[in-house]
Protein backbone atom coordinates (compact mmCIF):
# COMPACT_ATOMS: atom_id res chain seq x y z
CA UNK A 1 0.00 0.00 0.00
CA UNK A 2 1.26 3.48 -0.94
CA UNK A 3 0.35 5.30 2.42
CA UNK A 4 2.21 2.74 4.71
CA UNK A 5 5.56 2.48 1.94
CA UNK A 6 5.77 6.52 2.20
CA UNK A 7 5.29 6.25 6.50
CA UNK A 8 7.99 3.69 6.39
CA UNK A 9 10.19 6.33 4.52
CA UNK A 10 8.78 8.95 6.36
CA UNK A 11 8.45 10.81 3.67
CA UNK A 12 6.52 14.45 3.55
CA UNK A 13 2.65 13.48 3.37
CA UNK A 14 0.33 15.73 0.82
CA UNK A 15 -3.52 16.28 1.29
CA UNK A 16 -4.75 12.76 -0.40
CA UNK A 17 -2.85 11.09 2.08
CA UNK A 18 -3.83 12.85 4.96
CA UNK A 19 -7.24 11.75 4.15
CA UNK A 20 -6.37 7.93 3.44
CA UNK A 21 -4.29 8.04 6.68
CA UNK A 22 -8.17 8.46 8.44
CA UNK A 23 -8.91 5.54 6.68
CA UNK A 24 -6.21 3.37 8.05
CA UNK A 25 -7.20 1.33 10.89
CA UNK A 26 -6.43 3.04 14.50
CA UNK A 27 -3.79 0.88 15.38
CA UNK A 28 -1.64 1.13 12.40
CA UNK A 29 -1.97 4.74 12.34
CA UNK A 30 -1.43 4.88 15.82
CA UNK A 31 2.00 3.07 15.83
CA UNK A 32 3.29 5.52 12.92
CA UNK A 33 2.13 8.44 14.95
CA UNK A 34 4.01 7.09 18.09
CA UNK A 35 7.01 5.97 16.68
CA UNK A 36 7.87 9.51 15.50
CA UNK A 37 6.20 10.86 18.76
CA UNK A 38 9.16 7.98 20.72
CA UNK A 39 11.78 9.19 18.02
CA UNK A 40 11.40 12.84 19.46
CA UNK A 41 11.05 12.55 22.87
CA UNK A 42 10.85 9.00 23.79
CA UNK A 43 8.50 8.48 27.19
CA UNK A 44 8.62 12.21 28.15
CA UNK A 45 5.33 14.19 28.22
CA UNK A 46 5.12 17.62 29.27
CA UNK A 47 2.71 20.13 30.59
CA UNK A 48 3.34 23.62 32.73
CA UNK A 49 1.96 24.92 35.76
CA UNK A 50 -0.30 27.81 34.15
CA UNK A 51 -3.61 29.64 35.09
CA UNK A 52 -5.85 30.54 32.27
CA UNK A 53 -7.53 34.33 32.79
CA UNK A 54 -10.57 35.08 30.86
CA UNK A 55 -10.70 39.03 31.56
CA UNK A 56 -13.82 39.55 29.71
CA UNK A 57 -16.74 37.72 28.03
CA UNK A 58 -18.38 41.06 26.25
CA UNK A 59 -17.97 40.71 22.64
CA UNK A 60 -18.61 42.16 19.69
CA UNK A 61 -18.59 38.72 16.93
CA UNK A 62 -21.01 36.23 17.13
CA UNK A 63 -19.33 32.37 16.55
CA UNK A 64 -22.14 29.78 16.31
CA UNK A 65 -19.89 27.46 18.43
CA UNK A 66 -19.28 29.65 21.63
CA UNK A 67 -20.79 29.63 24.81
CA UNK A 68 -18.39 31.55 26.88
CA UNK A 69 -19.36 35.21 25.23
CA UNK A 70 -22.22 37.25 26.47
CA UNK A 71 -25.17 36.34 24.71
CA UNK A 72 -28.87 35.08 25.03
CA UNK A 73 -28.08 32.17 26.11
CA UNK A 74 -25.31 33.27 28.41
CA UNK A 75 -26.39 36.68 29.31
CA UNK A 76 -23.63 37.08 32.69
CA UNK A 77 -21.46 40.08 31.11
CA UNK A 78 -18.91 40.76 32.95
CA UNK A 79 -15.47 42.52 32.46
CA UNK A 80 -12.52 42.27 35.03
CA UNK A 81 -10.59 45.82 36.36
CA UNK A 82 -6.84 45.45 36.43
CA UNK A 83 -6.67 45.08 40.27
CA UNK A 84 -8.31 41.88 39.75
CA UNK A 85 -6.84 40.28 37.12
CA UNK A 86 -3.74 41.47 39.36
CA UNK A 87 -5.12 39.37 42.41
CA UNK A 88 -5.73 36.44 40.22
CA UNK A 89 -2.06 36.23 39.41
CA UNK A 90 -0.59 36.97 42.44
CA UNK A 91 -2.49 34.39 44.01
CA UNK A 92 -1.63 31.65 41.34
CA UNK A 93 2.05 32.83 41.42
CA UNK A 94 1.83 31.20 45.29
CA UNK A 95 1.25 27.67 43.32
CA UNK A 96 4.10 28.20 41.50
CA UNK A 97 2.56 28.68 38.17
CA UNK A 98 4.82 30.18 34.99
CA UNK A 99 2.69 31.63 32.65
CA UNK A 100 -0.72 33.09 32.30
CA UNK A 101 -2.65 32.27 29.52
CA UNK A 102 -4.80 35.21 28.82
CA UNK A 103 -7.94 35.02 26.58
CA UNK A 104 -10.41 37.50 25.88
CA UNK A 105 -13.53 38.19 24.46
CA UNK A 106 -13.87 41.32 21.26
CA UNK A 107 -15.53 44.09 23.76
CA UNK A 108 -15.92 47.21 22.31
CA UNK A 109 -16.61 48.94 25.20
CA UNK A 110 -13.57 49.06 27.34
CA UNK A 111 -10.68 50.64 24.56
CA UNK A 112 -7.44 49.49 23.57
CA UNK A 113 -5.47 50.39 26.79
CA UNK A 114 -7.79 48.34 28.97
CA UNK A 115 -6.69 45.15 26.90
CA UNK A 116 -2.68 46.53 26.79
CA UNK A 117 -2.88 47.43 30.39
CA UNK A 118 -3.25 44.17 31.68
CA UNK A 119 -0.22 43.10 30.24
CA UNK A 120 1.74 45.90 31.09
CA UNK A 121 0.37 45.69 34.93
CA UNK A 122 1.17 41.95 34.96
CA UNK A 123 4.73 42.60 33.33
CA UNK A 124 5.64 45.37 35.99
CA UNK A 125 4.31 43.55 38.77
CA UNK A 126 5.67 40.01 38.11
CA UNK A 127 8.74 40.01 35.73
CA UNK A 128 9.26 36.79 35.49
CA UNK A 129 5.41 35.40 34.38
CA UNK A 130 5.41 34.51 31.00
CA UNK A 131 2.53 36.15 29.03
CA UNK A 132 1.18 34.01 26.48
CA UNK A 133 -1.73 36.15 25.11
CA UNK A 134 -4.35 37.76 22.40
CA UNK A 135 -5.67 35.21 20.06
CA UNK A 136 -5.19 36.39 16.51
CA UNK A 137 -9.08 36.93 16.61
CA UNK A 138 -8.36 39.57 19.41
CA UNK A 139 -5.44 41.19 17.41
CA UNK A 140 -7.31 41.27 14.51
CA UNK A 141 -10.18 42.72 16.28
CA UNK A 142 -8.43 45.22 17.90
CA UNK A 143 -6.19 46.07 14.83
CA UNK A 144 -9.94 47.56 13.49
CA UNK A 145 -11.27 49.03 16.03
CA UNK A 146 -8.54 51.34 16.88
CA UNK A 147 -7.15 51.86 13.00
CA UNK A 148 -4.02 50.02 13.31
CA UNK A 149 -2.82 47.80 11.13
CA UNK A 150 -1.29 44.16 12.08
CA UNK A 151 2.71 45.32 12.48
CA UNK A 152 1.60 48.28 15.02
CA UNK A 153 -0.45 45.92 17.24
CA UNK A 154 2.15 43.53 17.41
CA UNK A 155 4.91 46.35 18.06
CA UNK A 156 2.01 47.33 20.98
CA UNK A 157 2.20 43.59 22.74
CA UNK A 158 5.72 42.96 22.55
CA UNK A 159 5.77 47.12 24.24
CA UNK A 160 3.00 46.29 26.57
CA UNK A 161 5.02 43.06 27.54
CA UNK A 162 3.06 39.94 25.55
CA UNK A 163 5.25 36.97 25.34
CA UNK A 164 3.64 34.59 23.04
CA UNK A 165 0.56 34.38 21.40
CA UNK A 166 -1.79 31.41 22.42
CA UNK A 167 -3.29 29.10 19.15
CA UNK A 168 -7.07 30.37 19.76
CA UNK A 169 -9.52 31.79 16.80
CA UNK A 170 -8.04 29.63 14.01
CA UNK A 171 -11.20 27.02 13.75
CA UNK A 172 -11.56 25.77 10.49
CA UNK A 173 -9.59 27.48 7.66
CA UNK A 174 -11.77 26.21 4.95
CA UNK A 175 -14.06 29.68 3.71
CA UNK A 176 -17.70 27.66 3.85
CA UNK A 177 -17.48 26.59 6.95
CA UNK A 178 -15.95 29.42 8.49
CA UNK A 179 -18.51 31.84 7.31
CA UNK A 180 -21.25 29.12 8.56
CA UNK A 181 -19.77 28.96 11.76
CA UNK A 182 -17.94 32.32 12.69
CA UNK A 183 -18.94 34.99 9.99
CA UNK A 184 -17.57 38.12 10.62
CA UNK A 185 -14.55 37.36 12.76
CA UNK A 186 -10.45 36.86 11.85
CA UNK A 187 -10.56 35.45 8.25
CA UNK A 188 -7.99 32.26 7.97
CA UNK A 189 -6.04 34.51 5.57
CA UNK A 190 -6.09 37.58 8.39
CA UNK A 191 -5.19 34.80 11.40
CA UNK A 192 -1.84 32.92 8.88
CA UNK A 193 -0.94 36.82 8.26
CA UNK A 194 -0.91 37.98 12.08
CA UNK A 195 0.93 34.83 12.94
CA UNK A 196 3.27 35.63 10.23
CA UNK A 197 4.26 38.53 11.60
CA UNK A 198 4.55 37.81 14.95
CA UNK A 199 6.77 34.87 14.12
CA UNK A 200 8.84 37.01 11.54
CA UNK A 201 9.21 39.28 14.94
CA UNK A 202 11.12 36.55 16.45
CA UNK A 203 8.32 35.61 18.76
CA UNK A 204 6.00 31.83 18.77
CA UNK A 205 2.68 31.24 18.87
CA UNK A 206 0.34 28.20 19.05
CA UNK A 207 -2.24 27.08 16.48
CA UNK A 208 -5.53 25.13 17.41
CA UNK A 209 -7.86 23.26 15.09
CA UNK A 210 -11.18 23.04 16.11
CA UNK A 211 -13.08 20.12 15.19
CA UNK A 212 -16.28 17.66 15.50
CA UNK A 213 -18.93 20.10 14.64
CA UNK A 214 -20.04 20.44 10.90
CA UNK A 215 -16.39 20.01 9.41
CA UNK A 216 -15.02 17.05 7.28
CA UNK A 217 -12.31 15.30 7.86
CA UNK A 218 -10.45 17.08 4.68
CA UNK A 219 -11.31 20.29 5.97
CA UNK A 220 -9.16 19.06 8.89
CA UNK A 221 -6.46 17.97 6.42
CA UNK A 222 -6.67 21.48 4.70
CA UNK A 223 -6.42 23.27 8.14
CA UNK A 224 -3.11 21.03 8.59
CA UNK A 225 -1.59 21.68 5.44
CA UNK A 226 -2.09 25.82 5.46
CA UNK A 227 -0.57 25.66 8.88
CA UNK A 228 2.34 23.41 7.89
CA UNK A 229 2.87 25.79 4.48
CA UNK A 230 3.49 29.06 7.10
CA UNK A 231 5.64 26.65 9.49
CA UNK A 232 8.05 26.12 6.51
CA UNK A 233 8.17 29.84 5.68
CA UNK A 234 8.62 31.16 9.82
CA UNK A 235 9.40 28.00 11.91
CA UNK A 236 7.45 30.19 14.80
CA UNK A 237 4.44 27.56 15.62
CA UNK A 238 5.57 25.17 19.14
CA UNK A 239 2.64 23.34 19.07
CA UNK A 240 -0.59 22.46 17.11
CA UNK A 241 -4.06 21.99 19.99
CA UNK A 242 -6.97 20.25 17.86
CA UNK A 243 -9.76 21.52 20.37
CA UNK A 244 -12.98 18.93 20.34
CA UNK A 245 -16.02 20.72 19.87
CA UNK A 246 -18.39 21.25 23.21
CA UNK A 247 -21.66 21.22 22.27
CA UNK A 248 -23.57 22.68 25.36
CA UNK A 249 -25.20 26.39 25.28
CA UNK A 250 -24.17 27.33 22.15
CA UNK A 251 -26.42 27.83 18.60
CA UNK A 252 -24.48 25.63 16.73
CA UNK A 253 -26.78 22.47 16.23
CA UNK A 254 -24.23 19.29 16.76
CA UNK A 255 -25.58 16.74 18.94
CA UNK A 256 -22.92 14.20 18.95
CA UNK A 257 -19.03 14.20 20.00
CA UNK A 258 -16.73 13.65 18.01
CA UNK A 259 -15.86 9.94 19.06
CA UNK A 260 -12.85 9.13 20.81
CA UNK A 261 -11.13 7.50 17.75
CA UNK A 262 -11.75 10.38 16.09
CA UNK A 263 -9.83 12.48 17.96
CA UNK A 264 -6.98 9.90 18.56
CA UNK A 265 -6.44 9.52 14.46
CA UNK A 266 -6.67 13.40 14.55
CA UNK A 267 -3.87 13.18 16.98
CA UNK A 268 -2.15 10.77 14.75
CA UNK A 269 -2.37 12.68 12.09
CA UNK A 270 -1.87 15.70 13.08
CA UNK A 271 1.22 14.34 14.15
CA UNK A 272 2.28 12.70 10.70
CA UNK A 273 1.41 15.44 8.33
CA UNK A 274 2.57 18.54 10.75
CA UNK A 275 6.56 17.24 10.56
CA UNK A 276 7.65 20.65 11.32
CA UNK A 277 5.78 21.29 14.18
CA UNK A 278 7.88 19.80 17.19
CA UNK A 279 4.22 19.63 20.15
CA UNK A 280 0.86 18.15 19.57
CA UNK A 281 -1.54 19.26 22.36
CA UNK A 282 -3.58 16.88 23.73
CA UNK A 283 -6.18 19.53 25.93
CA UNK A 284 -7.72 17.79 28.42
CA UNK A 285 -10.42 20.61 28.96
CA UNK A 286 -11.51 19.25 25.48
CA UNK A 287 -11.15 15.60 25.63
CA UNK A 288 -10.85 15.05 28.73
CA UNK A 289 -8.10 13.71 30.74
CA UNK A 290 -8.72 10.00 30.32
CA UNK A 291 -8.69 10.71 26.48
CA UNK A 292 -5.62 13.06 26.71
CA UNK A 293 -3.86 10.31 28.66
CA UNK A 294 -4.71 7.57 25.85
CA UNK A 295 -3.16 10.43 23.19
CA UNK A 296 -0.17 10.00 24.10
CA UNK A 297 0.60 6.91 22.57
CA UNK A 298 -0.97 8.29 19.30
CA UNK A 299 1.26 11.09 19.16
CA UNK A 300 0.77 13.53 21.83
CA UNK A 301 3.44 14.85 23.56
CA UNK A 302 2.26 17.94 25.24
CA UNK A 303 -0.96 18.13 27.86
CA UNK A 304 -0.76 21.81 28.75
CA UNK A 305 -1.31 22.01 32.38
CA UNK A 306 -2.96 22.71 35.47
CA UNK A 307 -5.06 25.51 34.33
CA UNK A 308 -6.86 26.42 37.70
CA UNK A 309 -10.35 28.26 35.27
CA UNK A 310 -11.06 27.31 32.40
CA UNK A 311 -14.13 29.46 31.26
CA UNK A 312 -14.85 28.94 27.83
CA UNK A 313 -14.97 25.23 26.80
CA UNK A 314 -16.41 24.75 30.24
CA UNK A 315 -18.99 26.93 29.41
CA UNK A 316 -20.25 24.62 26.84
CA UNK A 317 -20.24 21.46 29.00
CA UNK A 318 -16.73 20.32 29.53
CA UNK A 319 -15.93 19.44 32.74
CA UNK A 320 -12.81 21.78 32.92
CA UNK A 321 -13.83 24.62 35.34
CA UNK A 322 -11.67 24.23 37.83
CA UNK A 323 -8.19 22.61 35.88
CA UNK A 324 -6.77 19.63 37.69
CA UNK A 325 -4.36 19.96 40.85
CA UNK A 326 -0.86 19.27 39.57
CA UNK A 327 -0.10 15.98 42.02
CA UNK A 328 -2.69 14.19 40.37
CA UNK A 329 -2.06 15.61 37.16
CA UNK A 330 1.66 14.33 38.09
CA UNK A 331 0.27 11.07 39.16
CA UNK A 332 -2.00 10.49 35.86
CA UNK A 333 1.18 10.96 33.54
CA UNK A 334 3.72 8.42 35.34
CA UNK A 335 0.00 5.83 35.95
CA UNK A 336 -0.24 6.16 31.92
CA UNK A 337 3.55 4.85 31.55
CA UNK A 338 5.02 8.61 30.73
CA UNK A 339 7.53 10.96 32.22
CA UNK A 340 5.70 14.11 33.43
CA UNK A 341 8.38 16.77 32.23
CA UNK A 342 7.48 20.42 33.48
CA UNK A 343 8.06 22.92 30.95
CA UNK A 344 8.29 26.59 30.17
CA UNK A 345 6.32 28.20 27.88
CA UNK A 346 8.82 27.68 24.80
CA UNK A 347 9.45 24.19 26.43
CA UNK A 348 12.46 24.86 27.91
CA UNK A 349 12.31 21.92 30.48
CA UNK A 350 11.78 22.83 33.71
CA UNK A 351 12.05 19.79 36.10
CA UNK A 352 11.45 15.82 35.41
CA UNK A 353 8.37 14.82 37.91
O1 LIG B 1 -10.42 29.53 19.39
C1 LIG B 1 -14.80 28.13 21.73
C2 LIG B 1 -12.42 27.39 21.30
C3 LIG B 1 -10.57 28.61 21.60
C4 LIG B 1 -15.74 26.21 22.00
O2 LIG B 1 -2.42 28.14 22.68
C5 LIG B 1 -14.37 26.01 21.86
O3 LIG B 1 -1.90 26.71 24.22
C6 LIG B 1 -14.63 23.75 22.07
O4 LIG B 1 -7.11 29.63 22.39
N1 LIG B 1 -15.96 23.87 22.17
C7 LIG B 1 -9.82 29.45 22.57
N2 LIG B 1 -13.80 24.80 21.90
C8 LIG B 1 -8.92 28.59 23.44
C9 LIG B 1 -7.48 28.73 23.07
C10 LIG B 1 -6.49 27.77 23.62
C11 LIG B 1 -6.87 26.72 24.44
C12 LIG B 1 -5.90 25.89 24.94
C13 LIG B 1 -4.56 26.06 24.67
C14 LIG B 1 -4.19 27.11 23.85
C15 LIG B 1 -2.75 27.33 23.55
C16 LIG B 1 -5.15 27.96 23.31
O5 LIG B 1 -11.64 27.96 22.29
C17 LIG B 1 -11.25 29.29 20.46
C18 LIG B 1 -12.31 28.27 20.07
O6 LIG B 1 -11.86 27.46 19.03
N3 LIG B 1 -13.83 27.23 21.67
N4 LIG B 1 -15.99 27.53 21.94
C19 LIG B 1 -16.56 25.06 22.16
N5 LIG B 1 -17.90 25.17 22.22
Redesign the pocket.
Known amino acids: MEIIEKLENSERLNFEDGIKLYELDIFTLGKYAYKKREKLYGKKSFFNINRHINPTNICKDICK ?4 SANRKNPNPYTMTHEEILKIVEDAIKRDIKEV ?1 I ?1 SAHNDKVGLDWYLGIFRKIKENFPNIHI ?1 AL ?1 AAEVNFLAKEHNLCFEKMIDLMIENGVDSM ?6 IFDEKIRDYICKGKVTSQEWLEIHRLWHKRGRKS ?1 A ?1 M ?1 FGHVEDREHRIDHMIRLRELQDETGGFN ?1 F ?1 P ?4 KEN ?1 YLKVKDFVTGQEYLKTIAIARLILDNIPHI ?1 A ?1 WA ?1 STINLALIAQEFGADDL ?1 GTIEKES ?2 SA ?1 GAKSRYGIPLEEFVHLIKDSGFVPVERDSLYNEIKVW
Not at 65 to 68: D, N, V
Not at 166 to 171: H, R, T
Request: with cysteine.
Open positions: FCAFHVKTPGGGAENTLCILIYQNKYTDIQA
